[in-house]
């Protein structure tokens, strides 16, 4: 999905002819809402465009997650963490950031998850190109069967580290 349609169009022509079992389809969205039924994704992914979401836009994209996701359902969410380091934060303005980034944080991530009933599995902290601690990689789930079944099996659990040096 993306706000673009230009965007789409380049996604449809670079991905035309994969087989339908790979299931990939594509949508210009108006940035919040996803036009898919309720409960019917297994997986949502969002990677280095939320670093420059305003933070209200992440949390309607958390609770519209949390509409969209399967029991157990899973996503991963690249988000800025400028609210918590020393750099200089001009709230709402982006572009005026460290690496253009809004004023978001982890605690604040994990806050909005919680209220839209998301569980978190994995946060790490992120110092992106030498800028320390500047973003972090979100990893949550739906609530649900297939949740409380991972959560009961006998699998190890997987490693989930606190910071991340990219």
């Known amino acids: 999905t993306d706000i673009n349609a230009d965007a789409i169009k380049k996604c449809e022509k670079r991905f035309k002819g994969r087989p339908s079992s790979e299931k990939v389809s594509f949508a210009v969205v108006d940035g919040v809402h996803v036009k898919v039924p309720d409960s019917s994704v297994s997986f949502v992914y969002q990677f280095d465009s939320g670093v420059h979401m305003h933070k209200d ?33 001009e709230d709402n303005k982006g572009i005026l950031n460290t690496a253009n ?58 490693e989930c580290p606190t910071h991340i040096s990219m």
């Open 57 to 89: 836009i992440i949390r309607d994209y958390l609770k519209e997650f949390a509409r969209v996701l399967e029991p157990g359902g899973t996503g991963f969410f690249h988000h800025s963490n400028l609210g918590a380091t020393d750099f200089k934060v």
């Open 101 to 158: 980034r809004q004023n978001m944080t982890a605690t604040l991530f994990e806050q909005y998850a919680k209220e839209a009933n998301l569980e978190m599995i994995c946060h790490p902290i992120v110092t992106w190109s030498g800028h320390k601690d500047l973003d972090a990689f979100a990893r949550f789930r739906k609530a649900g069967n297939a949740a409380a079944a991972l959560k009961d099996s006998k699998e190890p659990a997987e």
